[in-house]
């Protein structure tokens, strides 16, 4: 188990470090960094200058690249321009609201996702299995901010019931968190549905579900007992890496509902030219991916010994 | 003559399963494959179709000068047939945005998904073939690339790119090649110990031969497969792009741009400038979803009853 975990934290690391090197080529490659930086109308030389000087843009590529990781190991990511704050200060301010948006949403796929899924597999291609086809289906293909349009359109501007923007006074706000929240829900329901579907039809053709059955249980313990079970541990896995997704991939969301998460503190800064912003959220949300899947890894390794003499 | 033969051979592997599936399938999916010939038949004669040009208002065919702003569809108060899907701020026509439109989204989705998977297969090919510090290199790029959302990456590239058409296309071959690598290289890690790769190995073909007539041929199957399932992520991408701001630059028309333009009159009330262009979105992204279905579960016969 040591050797595993040692594995696993190295290929980790290994990950980020090729994060960084790839995001501090990409902004290299395309051009001058100072005039990405600073990119507004009838800007003079000698501002370039400045901010080359400032930035450390001078000096070799090597030392540039080693001041960049290094202050990252620190958790520094520089100061935004905009805010004149650190951009981890920033991050984190906003990042409470992400989580909370995000975990709202993986809650409905969750709700919408399994038991629709379970359903569509027990009573393989009835019409309950169709239904859950479709949904699968929608979900994968109506873009989430097509439905939040939608839905503000019905909601909030024909019916009146829901307020269209922001958050709202209170951190909790029901009323101003749902319909993000299934706008954003939607497309991990129909990935989800379609996971629980096909790993429960795998469980549910296992030589030990038909001994349960050919002991004369009842269909629904056979169900929940044996299939539910072992079926979850796939679905677990992909849940686990949604959310973590979600909170990353909200930005379009966000930006429909003027979410105050990261999604759309990435955009904000993007629109206002605030590199150090865009470049930290980007690693972050790199970081959290690998970190989760570092975590389930391990866990995966916990519960099934098989991976962990393998790995 | 080698040459002649072995593309001729290249041809027969490739082509029966692509005739199979075509012309021996039943229960082909009509309503997708409609959805996008239409589709591309609209992008190919946008300029002969539409009846307005989509970068300009519509004007008044008396007085000369633009009309309404706003119009509604013809079949509500106002509206008119001329205009038969409305006008956007501009007085532009809807309709005829959307015709354009529908270019923009076929050629980013099917030029980036293309071009990322002409990297990715190569790289996946080489990687699972040669193996070594080769394979260990692009492995692991592979996953520090896979650690990142497509659509932060592709947001990401787009604020070090200036945006425009080509390089929209440029940073979703950036972004989708590693889905590629991954997969096809695993294949490829199988279909090496076959034994007809390895009799070609002993028969003294080169490596470049190996992969190009023995392994490539096999691994199109799956190509195709991951090819039609990219395409419908590669247009919501886009369109989320263009609705960010960050996209194909107005006043080209895009979907995605279209909706961020009717995303203020959506809320005093005005749907059509947002909804059309969502629904467009929405068809082509499904058909080709259904298709990919279709083709991965064709290709696959072990999926075929699930």
């Known amino acids: 188990m040591r050797r595993f975990l040692s594995v696993r934290i190295f290929y980790s690391i290994l990950t980020l470090w090729l994060l960084t090197i790839i995001v501090f080529t990409m902004v290299r490659l395309t051009g001058d960094p100072a005039t990405l930086w600073t990119d507004y109308p009838g800007v003079s030389e000698e501002d370039l200058d400045m901010v080359r000087e400032r930035w450390g843009l001078n000096e070799p590529q090597i030392t540039q690249y080693w001041k960049f990781v290094s202050n990252i190991f620190r958790g520094d990511f520089g100061t935004s321009f905009q805010f004149s704050m ?99 829900g939607w497309y991990f329901a129909g990935s989800l549905l379609r996971l629980t579907r096909s790993s429960m039809l795998e469980v549910l053709g296992s030589d030990y579900v038909k001994l349960a059955r050919l002991k004369g249980m009842p269909e629904i313990v056979v169900i929940a007992k044996h299939a539910f079970k072992n079926a979850m541990i796939p679905v677990l896995t992909l849940a686990g890496l949604q959310l973590v997704l979600m909170i990353n991939v909200a930005v379009v969301v966000e930006v429909i509902f003027q979410w105050p998460g990261v999604g759309s503190l990435l955009i904000e800064a993007l629109l206002g030219r605030d590199f150090p912003v865009v470049q930290g959220a980007v690693l972050m949300a790199g970081a959290m991916i690998v970190g989760i899947n570092l975590l389930l890894d391990v866990l995966y390794a916990m519960v099934d010994p098989r991976i962990r003499i393998s790995g | 003559m080698s040459q002649i033969s072995s593309v001729k051979n290249a041809t027969v592997l490739i082509f029966p399963s692509i005739q199979r599936i075509i012309l021996k399938s039943r229960n082909l999916p009509i309503l997708p494959i409609a959805i996008i010939v239409a589709v591309l038949f609209l992008a190919i004669f946008a300029n002969l179709i539409s009846p307005h ?138 279909l090496r110990e076959r034994d007809y790769v390895r009799l070609a190995e002993v028969t003294g073909a080169s490596r470049l031969r190996v992969m190009v007539k023995h392994i490539l041929p096999n691994t199109l199957n799956t190509v195709m497969v991951l090819f039609s399932l990219t395409i419908g992520v590669a247009i919501i991408i886009e369109a989320s792009l263009s609705f960010l701001g960050i996209g194909v630059p107005p006043p080209k028309p895009a979907w995605g741009l279209m909706m961020a333009d009717g995303r203020g009159p959506l809320i005093a009330g005005k749907w059509w400038i947002s909804v059309f262009p969502g629904l467009c979105i929405m068809l082509l992204v499904l058909a080709s979803n259904l298709l990919g279905d279709w083709l991965r579960v064709r290709l696959d016969p072990q999926l075929r009853n699930r």
């Open chain 2, 53 to 190: 040009d989509p970068e300009r208002s519509v004007k008044d065919t008396e007085t000369g000068r633009p009309i309404d702003n706003y119009l509604p569809p013809f079949w509500m108060d106002g509206g008119s047939i001329r205009t038969p899907l409305g006008t956007d701020f501009h007085s532009r026509d809807i309709l005829s945005r959307l015709i354009h439109g529908s270019r923009v989204s076929l050629i980013v989705g099917l030029v980036g998904t293309l071009a990322a998977g002409l990297v990715g297969t190569t790289l996946g090919i080489t990687a699972g073939y040669l193996g070594g510090w080769w394979d260990q290199i692009i492995m692991r790029v592979t996953d520090a690339w896979l650690a990142l959302p497509s659509l932060i990456f592709a947001i990401f590239l787009a604020s070090v790119l200036r945006p425009s058409l080509w390089n929209i296309v440029i940073i979703l071959a950036l972004v989708f090649w590693s889905r590629y690598t991954r997969q096809i290289r695993a294949e490829v890690l199988a």
């Open chain 1, 86 to 184: 650190s951009v981890t200060d920033i991050y984190f301010q906003r990042l409470p609201n992400s989580l909370l948006l995000g975990a709202t949403s993986f809650l409905i796929s969750l709700i919408i996702g399994v038991p629709l899924g379970i359903l569509s597999a027990v009573k393989v291609n009835s019409r309950w299995d169709s239904i859950g086809k479709l949904i699968a289906l929608l979900g994968l293909s109506v873009p989430g901010f097509f439905v939040g349009l939608c839905l503000i359109l019905v909601f909030g501007v024909q019916l009146g019931w829901l307020p269209i923007l922001g958050k709202g006074d209170q951190f909790f706000d029901i009323r101003y968190l749902i319909m993000p929240a299934f706008s954003l």
